[in-house]
């Protein structure tokens, strides 16, 4: 029963947001990207419903959803840290960056924290390249990185 | 010296007045002033902006679109960046105008998901404007309407790619389409699109209330006006300057205050690695074409990291569908490892020059016919380096 | 008089309608341009980009494929740039394939074997893959996909999405990562997939396959407790001969008899005689929802649609499940056949029927699937055991060393061995409307359709989709209700043209009685599970083969088929009878479009 409510305030979620865009094909990145906030990745339940509201082949949702980095098709932590891994944060010593944020959270890059509050991951330039190092958790931006102000940083998420 | 340091974009504009001028103009004669200005695209390839519009302008449909390439992902560059966040209405303002040369009333601004977090300065600023009367129905009270719509990246950067853009924006995987048809004839679920660089927006209200006389007196006959450089890496002071078109390498590092320089990539990642002796080289699309971005390397710098951090790039953000790009990035990107290891042949290195040149000929868009810049670059201006490691004879994890 | 333009290939010039792409160029002027990710049924992609060719006045070499003219061009095919090119580019995807050519079932029939033959390629500079990297998925009951051998040309993405309107593959990933997978990399037996193998059809190498049945059926050839029954469907014999070097539209069903009996099955029949027996039925069942509807009043599920084609079948009842009622109830002609053969044909031979193994071939590898269907065992066994492919049964003669091509012509086995004219272009689209209509229209009037020679002519064609009307007159006693009536029907082959139909008629836009569908293109002569390759023109070739072959036949009418009349009289009663209700009809079964 309770399951069953669950699944029902998802599909009238995903409703929404798709009526938010007249669930007009063009729209999807940003229906997903809406959805992928919503509930942290876009579960095989929501990318079918995605699809029947949209009228789509929920194969092709899959595939637009697997080419974008910032969409998951897999449960992440609550908070996503990206680090830059790109050549002026590395010259500005990225990896002292990277080694710390391994060892405050106890995973490596790709994973997630068994509590779920985060997942290491490295990303491609973020146009802050004269104040690398840095790093988004979610939406947030930072830079000019040393190790112990990373790990501030990251503990302010907790 | 210290480099030319003309400003246009940093110099103050008044909200408006841009726009005003153009709405004197008939749509031609915009675009006539465009072509005269001989602006070039700022997104990399140096397109004549006057020419897209015009062949925007000359395609006859029922809708047209202007598109607003804020997907800023060359690896060091941040100029689009500082423009979204503080000159956000200058482009608006040059969409608008853009809009009305070719008979568009629809803008898109397409920004990277990396820059989310400019999306309310972004939006404030089209508020303002609307409140201004400078976008939105009746501007300027005149019959002309145009507004612009914020579409959101996902995290990709062949996006940047402005056919690769347009799928995007459709809503579908961010790969490159066949050219052509360019989007000027078919862009935008099939209606005539000009994509334009950020920065190339923006110069264009300077160019309709100064006229483009005065914007041509900056810069080289061919490439003319100034441009934003985004300076990172191996310098005192980093960040973006704006600096007229020709201005040499040697000048944009004396200004940067970088010492001990080896080696500087123009154009990030799909750009090409200078050596010293090409420092006097001037950044102009007839001779190093300038990208937005200039990273620094100085001699404590193995470049076979560097090589390898751009070819890991590449192997990441190549869309997948064309064969030279995916399989030959992920071949060069082997082939580098192999060198750090010492264990490269010099006929395997020959192999994948041979196969760095088809690359560059044979992918079907922009990135994978780049991607073999740097590595090109990179081994022949420093072949001694990367040729004198030791030999590692664990085995290679590949 | 379209904008004509001037192009030279190679030094020869010739003169091109402006948008020509450079490859169609090309190939009027006779000048081969290898390619990977094109194909002729598909929409243009210019992946692969094995086609490269150099334009003068380009930095870049251009796809053949996808480049259009739009000026006078000076193009050259084999230059050193180009040569280079195509080379780097083949051994690149040689580097990332993993497989033994002799293990695979395109040996020799391989676009990328081929490809590194013509180029010369002796060496794999670029390495080679050591070990398979995927677990080949063998879920689905007629597909095996092994994506080890997959060059990510996407022809089976754009077939599956664009011809076929399915859905079922995608391009996943990107990069280096990108991988052709269902949603979610789901099995593929538990995704969206109507089996109709026409993926299989445009793979240019060995990565889609049919689920091979070839050895099951040797073991009931060796055995000898088994009766081994082989019956033969119209569209494989069509072109078959392919697989052994005929040009396409070369039918050879006789020759193909004396090599089945060699190969031992024991008993050798027609599938036509199943669809005169398809017609008797399905005929009778269209003018009973006629008759309920007009007479009655009662409320019928009109238009009434074909159900031979068990990828249409699937089809509906993923995308149209609401419309199942409007399928007709009549099972496909292979599995009457089937539960035919394992009940009256047992009984006139007198052996248990545990002791006869049914073997069809087909075009299709969505017979497999069916055959396999739950409900396809009304005479209490599995009405047909095992379905094969034009291309296993080739396979299977070719280890015989049969030389099928010299063999001397034999008839079929009786007494379910003789077809008419009208079950054999079943394997036409547009062939069952034809059927349908010489009988029923015969019924209904007592006279023969008024066209030529018998030739429905327009429902026949490779238009996608296809309306006619025949109105009745002269109408016999029983049906005087359909006097001055007019009977609309329409046909569709390939599932994208389904597609269109039937939201048509969900619009109510359309009025129709009776529909014919068809899931491949050009209908069963364009199956899943023909040779490789296909085309247009293929097609076209073997569907004129099927209907000269209807024209030179005797019988040419399901219902005068006398084989048929004797089947009624002995053993079914009457069409839609509740014997024949029993073993011949079936039921379908909802199931969801994700
Ligand atoms: C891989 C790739 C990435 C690109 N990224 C960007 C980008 O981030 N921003 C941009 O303005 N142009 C980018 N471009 C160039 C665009 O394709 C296009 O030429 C440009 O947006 C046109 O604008 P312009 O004429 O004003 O330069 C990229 C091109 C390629 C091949
Ligand atoms: S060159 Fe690379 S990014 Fe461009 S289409 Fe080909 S694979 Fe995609
Ligand atoms: S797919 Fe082609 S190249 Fe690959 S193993 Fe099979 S026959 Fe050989
Ligand atoms: S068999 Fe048909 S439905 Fe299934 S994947 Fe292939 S083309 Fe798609
Ligand atoms: S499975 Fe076959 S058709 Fe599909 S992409 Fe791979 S090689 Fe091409
Ligand atoms: S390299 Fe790290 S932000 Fe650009
Ligand atoms: S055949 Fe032209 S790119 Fe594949």
Redesign the pocket.
């Known amino acids: 029963m309770k399951l069953e409510s669950q699944t029902q305030n998802i599909a009238r979620a995903v409703k929404r947001v798709c009526d938010e865009y007249h669930s007009r094909r063009e729209k999807l990145l940003q229906i997903l990207e809406e959805l992928n906030e919503l509930y942290g990745y876009l579960s095989e339940y929501v990318m079918k419903e995605v699809a029947k509201n949209l009228d789509m082949q929920v194969s092709e949702i899959y595939g637009v959803a697997t080419f974008y980095s910032f969409l998951n098709t897999k449960p992440k932590g609550k908070n996503i840290i990206r680090l830059c891994q790109t050549v002026s944060c590395e010259l500005a010593g990225k990896q002292r960056i990277a080694n710390a944020l391994e060892n405050e959270l106890g995973i490596r890059f790709g994973e997630t924290t068994p509590d779920g509050m985060f997942s290491l991951e490295y990303t491609n330039c973020i146009g802050m390249c004269n104040q690398g190092p840095a790093m988004l958790i979610n939406d947030d931006v930072y830079y000019n990185l040393d190790p112990e102000k990373a790990v501030d940083i990251v503990e302010k998420y907790h | 010296m210290a480099g030319k340091r003309k400003q246009i974009l940093f110099s103050a504009l008044e909200p408006g007045l841009g726009l005003k001028k153009a709405l004197e103009h008939t749509q031609t004669e915009i675009i006539d002033i465009i072509k005269l200005s001989r602006l070039r695209?700022?997104?990399?390839?140096?397109?004549p902006?006057g020419l897209?519009w015009d062949l925007a302008y000359s395609a006859k449909a029922p809708k047209k679109f202007i598109v607003c390439?804020a997907?800023?992902?060359?690896p060091g560059t941040f100029k689009?960046r500082i423009l979204l966040n503080e000159h956000a209405k200058k482009i608006f303002e040059g969409m608008a105008i853009a809009g009305y040369a070719v008979g568009s009333q629809e803008g898109i601004i397409y920004l990277r998901a990396e820059y989310r977090y400019l999306r309310p300065v972004l939006v404030q600023a089209i508020d303002e404007l609307r409140k201004a009367h400078l976008l939105g129905k009746k501007i300027l009270g005149s019959d002309f309407q145009f507004d612009i719509d914020i579409h959101l990246g996902a995290g990709a950067?062949?996006c940047?790619?402005?056919t690769a853009l347009i799928e995007s924006l459709e809503g579908k995987r961010g790969e490159a389409r066949n050219k052509p048809p360019y989007p000027t004839e078919s862009g935008y679920m099939g209606y005539p699109t000009v994509?334009?660089?950020?920065e190339?927006f923006c110069y264009v209200p300077y160019i309709l209330i100064e006229g483009a006389a005065w914007f041509q007196k900056f810069g080289t006959f061919e490439s003319t006006g100034s441009k934003l450089f985004s300076i990172s890496g191996d310098v005192k002071k980093p960040g973006v300057y704006e600096l007229e078109m020709g201005t040499t390498v040697r000048q944009v590092l004396n200004l940067v205050e970088a010492s001990d320089t080896k080696a500087v990539q123009v154009g990030g990642a799909?750009g090409i690695c200078v050596a010293e002796k090409d420092f006097d080289k001037p950044l102009a699309f007839e001779s190093l074409p300038p990208g937005g971005s200039i990273i620094v390397f100085n001699r404590s710098r193995d470049m076979l990291n560097v090589l390898k951090n751009f070819m890991e790039f590449f192997v990441e953000e190549s869309c997948g569908q064309c064969t030279p790009c995916r399989e030959g990035t992920f071949r060069l990107l082997e082939g580098v490892k192999l060198m750090e290891q010492g264990q490269c042949s010099i006929h395997y290195l020959r192999v994948l020059r041979e196969l760095a040149e088809t690359m560059k000929i044979s992918s079907k868009?922009?990135?994978g016919q780049?991607a073999p810049n740097p590595f090109l670059s990179i081994i022949d201006n420093f072949k001694g380096e990367i040729l004198a490691r030791d030999r590692v004879t664990d085995s290679i994890p590949l | 008089m379209p904008n004509m333009l001037a192009v030279c290939i190679n030094g020869k010039e010739c003169e091109v309608e402006f948008g020509t792409t450079i490859l169609e160029a090309a190939r009027k002027m006779n000048i081969h341009i290898p390619t990977l990710c094109y194909h002729d049924d598909l929409c243009l992609s210019g992946i692969c980009r094995i086609c490269l060719v150099e334009v003068d006045g380009e930095k870049t070499l251009q796809a053949a494929c996808s480049a259009p003219i739009t000026r006078p061009l000076h193009i050259r095919t084999h230059t050193e740039k180009v040569r280079k090119a195509r080379r780097n580019i083949l051994e690149l995807m040689l580097s990332n394939h993993y497989g033994e050519c002799y293990t695979c079932f395109r040996n020799q029939n391989c676009e990328l074997q081929k490809l590194a033959k013509e180029y010369g390629v002796d060496s794999l500079r670029f390495g080679h893959v050591e070990l398979p990297r995927h677990t080949k998925d063998t879920s689905s009951r007629s597909i095996i996909r092994d994506m080890d051998k997959c060059i990510l040309c996407r022809r089976c993405v754009r077939t599956c999405h664009d011809f076929q309107g399915v859905g079922a593959l995608e391009a996943a990933f990107r990069g280096i990562d990108t991988e052709i997978q269902t949603f979610l990399d789901h099995p593929l037996g538990d995704a969206v997939c109507i089996n109709c193998g026409q993926c299989i059809n445009r793979c240019p190498t060995g990565a889609l396959r049919e689920r091979d049945r070839s050895d099951e059926v040797w073991n009931a050839i060796d055995d000898p407790q088994k009766i081994v029954v082989m019956q033969t469907a119209p569209a494989p014999r069509a072109s078959i001969g392919e697989e052994f070097g005929l040009p396409p539209g070369t039918s050879i069903t006789r020759k193909l008899n004396t090599a089945l009996k060699m190969v031992g099955f024991d008993y050798v029949f027609d599938t036509n005689f199943a669809a005169d027996l398809t017609i008797m039925e399905e005929g009778t069942e269209l003018l009973t929802r006629l008759k309920d509807f007009i007479v009655d009043k009662k409320p019928v599920s009109l238009p009434m649609i074909t159900s031979c084609s068990p990828g249409w079948v699937k089809y509906c009842e993923h995308y149209y499940p609401d419309y199942l009622p409007h399928l007709s109830t009549c099972k496909s002609p292979q599995q009457m056949f089937g539960s035919l053969i394992k009940t009256y044909f047992a009984q006139k031979i007198k052996v248990d029927p545990k002791n006869i193994m049914v073997v069809s071939l087909m075009p299709c590898v969505a017979k497999k699937y069916e055959s396999d269907r739950p409900e396809m065992s009304a005479s209490g066994f599995k009405d047909v055991d095992y379905a094969l492919t034009s291309r296993e049964l080739a396979q299977m003669i070719k280890e015989t060393g049969i030389r099928v091509t010299d063999l001397e012509d034999s008839d079929f086995d009786s007494p379910l061995g003789l077809g008419s004219g009208a079950g054999l272009i079943f394997g036409a689209t547009g062939g069952v409307m034809e059927a349908a209509i010489r009988t029923v229209y015969e019924i209904i009037t007592g006279e023969e359709v008024p066209f030529e020679n018998l030739n429905v002519i327009p429902v026949r064609g490779m238009d996608g989709i296809k309306e006619a009307e025949i109105s009745f007159q002269k109408t016999k006693e029983d049906w005087k209700f359909l006097e001055g009536k007019t009977l609309r029907v329409a046909i569709a082959h390939g599932t994208a043209n389904a597609k269109k139909i039937m939201d048509k008629v969900a619009s109510g836009e359309a009025q129709w009685h009776f529909i014919e569908i068809m899931a491949c293109p050009g209908g069963c002569l364009g199956g899943g599970g023909q040779p490789i390759p296909t085309n247009e023109n293929i097609r076209k070739a073997r569907a004129k083969a099927i209907y000269d072959e209807d024209s030179h036949l005797n019988i040419r009418k399901s219902h005068s088929n006398p084989q048929i009349q004797m089947l009624y009289n002995e053993f079914l009663d009457h069409p839609n009878s509740k014997k024949a209700h029993k073993l011949l009809h079936t039921t379908y079964t909802r199931r969801g479009k994700i």
């Open positions: 695209g700022r997104g990399g390839a140096g397109f902006t897209k390439n997907d800023e992902g060359e689009d950067y062949v940047g790619e402005e994509v334009n660089n950020v190339t799909s868009c922009g990135l780049m």
